[in-house]
């Protein structure tokens, strides 16, 4: 590697999801990499897989609110002399449309320095003198041994042992728990073919295990991810030092359960209230209660009465009120 790079890796944004409007998470990103001089000194931005949430037709609303976005964040980079790299995700999301990314590009004649990665693969970027292995997801039937040797065999056939990066979509076994029956990568060997750093998408939680970063996912779709969502963004140096920042989109969707699961009715209805009155207009509220708790009855009272959430709730079995 020729200089310090700085780079930022951003996944599982979900263009196009039911519950999180995409003219919302397009405003994020926009925050996320505006016109300014911390952009400018990105040197490659990647989008580590699941761009998209589902399979789009052409008259989809959302269709041209992400034909804008891609155009405005396309002319950025080039703009700044940024590479762009985008990985296909898990097939059931992405259905390869990452390609508008190339025609954009091509048809408005943008001239960014633009890869859409489809295959299990490795190149050689001449301008910053690396080795990038891609591993999409479900690669090759979803086997992860399998996925393994094909890595290995693509590193070989560059007449090198190592690459310097990755970029995956996927998992490893850190990020389960053990009895998960997902396929899962052995963090272990891979560490082994890349002598900087892994970037991983897919698993929406933010985590870091030795020199592999997951990003997690850049804004909230659903319950169950309270935690703080964002991308990374790493300074690498031809030494292999390196700095990792994670940067929380503190714009991401809120999604936030209430448990009242020993509360009365009169002390849920207290409860559920403090958190109304913390959140923002277009949030999502779910309330964990146990099956005899009135609460449970009355989602649909309380939906008329803060009509600008989105409620929903979920019953406990082993609790009784």
């Known amino acids: 590697m020729n200089k310090t790079l700085n780079i930022a890796a951003i996944s599982d944004i979900h263009l196009g999801h039911k519950k999180n409007d995409t003219a919302f998470i397009i405003e994020n990103l926009m925050k996320a990499f505006p016109d300014n001089g911390q952009t400018a000194n990105l ?12 399979l789009f037709m052409l008259p989809g609303q959302y269709v041209r609110e992400i034909d804008f976005w891609i155009n405005g964040f396309l002319r950025l980079c080039k703009k700044n002399d940024i590479v762009v790299r985008v990985l296909e995700g898990t097939p059931s999301h992405d259905w390869k449309q990452s390609d508008r990314f190339v ?7 943008i001239g960014c320095d633009l890869k859409h990665v489809k295959d299990l693969s490795v190149e050689y970027i001449e301008k910053f003198d690396i ?27 560059r007449g090198i042992k190592k690459v310097d ?4 979509h996927g998992q490893f076994e850190y990020q389960l728990a053990e009895v998960a029956k997902a396929p899962k990568h052995d963090s272990r060997k891979y560490l082994d ?3 900087k750093l892994i970037f991983i998408g897919h698993v929406h939680n933010y985590s870091t295990f030795e020199r592999i970063i997951a990003q997690g996912s850049f804004d909230r779709i659903s319950h169950g991810e309270e935690g703080p969502k964002g991308h990374v963004r790493a300074i690498v140096n031809p030494d292999n030092s390196y700095e990792i920042k994670f940067i929380e989109n503190k714009s991401a969707r809120v999604f936030v359960t209430v448990d009242c699961q020993s509360f009365t009715l009169d002390d849920s209805l207290k409860e559920i209230e403090l958190v109304v009155n ?23 009272h309380l939906s008329r009465q803060w009509p600008l959430l989105t409620w929903s709730k979920k019953i406990k079995e082993d609790k009784q009120f």
């Open 43 to 54: 040197d490659m931005i990647v989008l580590v897989g699941d761009v998209f949430d589902s």
């Open 103 to 109: 025609t954009i590009n091509e048809i408005g004649k």
């Open 131 to 157: 080795h990038v292995l891609y591993v999409p997801d479900e690669w090759d039937g979803n086997i992860p041994e399998n996925t393994y040797r094909q890595a290995v065999d693509v590193i070989h056939a």
């Open 165 to 168: 990066f990755a970029f995956m």
């Open 193 to 195: 073919l890349v002598s």
């Open 278 to 300: 913390s959140i923002p207009d277009g949030s999502f509220i779910r309330v964990l209660c146990a099956k005899d708790n009135p609460v449970a009855t009355n989602i649909e």
